[in-house]
């Protein structure tokens, strides 16, 4: 089954334990800057919102590489950054129409979510369940779940 | 290790900054932040200076455990000699500010003198540097923040900085960081203030490595999240109530200070308590509680974000106070609330706002402004002295304060000196509810003996952070206590005393030990520091810093006799509730805990605890 992570900013707190374990995951260092998942804090909205690639079907930083140094990862359909073939060109930052894919000035190579081969630490870091890893065809469920619980509340009419 | 080894000092004379290594000698002995920022405040000044002198220093400074996984692992505090006490000051602070100075590659920044005109630092990891602040010299905090991530063009910058109170000295001027969280007793703000600093801007993009042993650290750390998600209080009450969970609480236990420690419990508590803030208001049918939040690291999240009616009184005219931000604590709400005899919950909220927004602390400024309300009731004060009629009760009153003193206009200015010197001044000294001329918080030493001595004993002037009793005497953490007796709180105070100064000195914060004990945090830092640290080792810690602290306050000036109550609270016995007739044992408990601590008889450490705790 394909897995996929869903965010729920309702339940997100701003705690940054996200970021920090994305740091450490991927560069072993506790460093919220290298982090490749953000926490976006809207203050008059009282509002925190954690956001990262979304691994589009078709995505536009693949598509726009002229290296091919972005590859699908079969087993969890993240789409990868092969450091090695990256030359750092930043089209695919262009081409991304949510930001997600950004330059890292240290390696010279773009960097994205890649879903930590697929245990995101951000998900298992994560206190509250703003970040979760769940059936990729079902992110909804949990949301179809709540209104669910708020049909058909009458008490029952008929035997 | 958990420390980055590293010091900033920035002499503002001069306009220089140098980096030095950290004491590595003096962190094992003091650990981090609140200890270690002792020592070296200890070591560099005289304890009689001026706190407002240019030969006093103010010293930021992050734990091991700041800007780690560690739950809570984001604060820092500033220490410096306290303008409103003349005591040592150490105040805490979370929000993302700390963990911030610490991923730029810092334990500690000291600033020394005075700059001859306003300036804000600019660290951004190694390169620091001092910038004109003329263009933020007369701005509020919230200002301030804007301005600077707007003119560099960063919006991932953080920021601490002084609003109006601290550049006008106002003597309980705190320093905010992220915009509603602040170190915010004793004053540390003026001292700011005073060094014509007005900002400390950081980014940090070093982070936190050399951990010792990730493997021990995260298994510890990932260990003590789960006691604290496990934990009735730091697992459900906090994040959904914030501390204004204990309003209806300390109210019902006859221990809620009302009108300016005249009664001990108020009757329009359940108005200003964390179930109305959940409550839809008839206003706009909107509750003026948005959502918890958390600071950095913290898997807790009890801060509140609030959003005031836009047609109340107070902000009808106000769009900048329209918007979500930082709402009440459990303190701020009774310091403005309940010791002013108001329970208009929006009220309370922007005066807190503005608070924040000018950086004051909530506290000082709520009791100072219930000790006005009572010279105004005794007609000592007047209209005419005060620029508006202030009786109890009167939420007008209050905010109109909060205006004058954030703004330094008019009465402002007589407000700006706390309850002591206000009273004293109008010739009732006995009406500030103050310890070393700090004001008192949220908890009534008769309704719960413990915190009379806690207060009576803080090293910063009167303070619920130092020994929180309260967690064993109310809510029976760790252990049910009775709190109208005083017998055993002598031990429990010295226990909380200890016990907290090493949290302290950590980079977590004490709000963890509503579950948490040495125990959890042994192993974090263990995981994370070079050494052994135990138990034991950390007990000990806490008390070689409590003494630190004493030997400092005893050099300023202080004597047995400061380790006193406001005579009300020995005298005039609680009206109503279950501590109904009863006042504050603190003349039978102060013995024998200079007894425990190994003082002598006028509150002096003999020389045999000095050399048992290598002092």
Redesign the interface.
Known sequence: MQKSLHIDP?KC?????CE??C??EN????????SRIKVFNF??????VPYTCTQCAEAWCLHACPVEAIKIDAATGAKIVLEATCVGCKVCTISCPFGTINYVHDTGKVQKCDLCGGDPACAT?C??GAITYVDADWTGLEKMRQWAGKTDTQPRTSA | MGWARKILRVDLTNGTTKSEQLNMEWAEQYLGQRGLGTKYLVEETDPKVDPLAPENKMIMATGPLTGTPAATGGRYSIITKGPLTGAIACSNSGGHFGAEMKMAGWDMIIFEGKSPKPVYLWLENDKAELRDAAHLWGKTTWETEEIIKSGHQDPQIRVASIGRAGENQVLFACVVNDLHRAAGRSGVGAVMGSKNLKAVALRGTVGVSGIKDYKAFLKATTAAKKVLADNAVTGQGLPKFGTQVLMNVINEIGALPTRNAQDVQFEGARNISAEAMHEKRPGDGKANLITNAACFGCTIACGRISQVDKGHWSVQNSPKYWGATGGLEYEAAWSLGAANGVDDLDGLTVANMICNEDGMDPITFGATVGAIMELYTMGVLTKEQIGIESPFGSAQALIEMSHLTAEGRGFGKEIALGSARLCEKYGHPELSMSVKKQEFPAYDPRGIQGMGLTYATSNRGACHLRSYTVASEVLGIPIKTDPLVTEGKAGLVKAFQDATAAFDSSGTCIFTTFAWTLGDLAPQLDGACEGEWTIEKLAEIGERIWNLERQYNNAAGFTAKDDDLPPRLKTEPAKTGPAMGLVSGIDKMRPEYYELRGWDTGGVPTADTLSRLGL
Do not use: D, H
């Open positions: 309702n707190t701003g705690c940054m334990q920090l374990a740091s450490y560069y072993g260092v506790f460093n919220i800057s290298k203050e008059a909205a009282g509002r925190k870091a206190p509250t």
